[in-house]
């Protein structure tokens, strides 16, 4: 079993930057494969991007593809999604997901990923 927990959402103005963190805790971190999910009101949780313990793969969506950064910091057992230039169309409340299994082919997919945090809420403000 693995506890997410998920901080570092706010408020930001369009064109800003904010950095959410994922602190991880009850297994091994560094096995785990780790991603960030979002969802929207009213819309359904979409990947945003993931990284792959096994092979540091890095995967992100189109949508951020350029804007948002993935990284992870094994001894802190922590997940990092370093985000700039966010559009209003960025808001939303922010998912950390882990599995220990491969995200191969899979990494877009939630049904792919074991735990999940709280969530923590980014609104940009146009």
């Known amino acids: 079993q693995v506890q997410l927990v998920e901080s570092g959402g706010r408020l930001v103005q369009a064109g800003g930057s904010l950095r959410l963190s994922c602190a991880a805790s009850?297994?091994?971190?560094?096995?785990?494969?780790m991603a960030w999910f979002r969802q929207a009101p009213g819309k359904e949780r979409d990947f945003v991007a993931a990284?792959?313990?096994?092979?540091?793969?890095?995967y992100y969506a189109d949508s951020v593809k350029g804007r948002f950064t993935i990284s992870r910091d094994n001894a802190k057992n922590t997940v990092f999604l370093q985000m700039n230039s966010l559009k209003p169309e960025d808001t939303a409340v922010y998912y950390c997901?882990?599995?220990?299994?491969?995200?191969?082919?899979?990494?877009?997919?939630?049904?792919?990923?074991?735990?999940w945090g709280q969530g923590t809420q980014v609104t940009v403000s146009s």
């Open positions: 009850g297994r091994t971190f560094s096995n785990y494969n």
């Open positions: 997901a882990a599995t220990v299994r491969s995200i191969l082919f899979i990494f877009a997919r939630q049904m792919a990923y074991d735990y």
């Open positions: 990284i792959s313990w096994s092979d540091g793969r890095i």
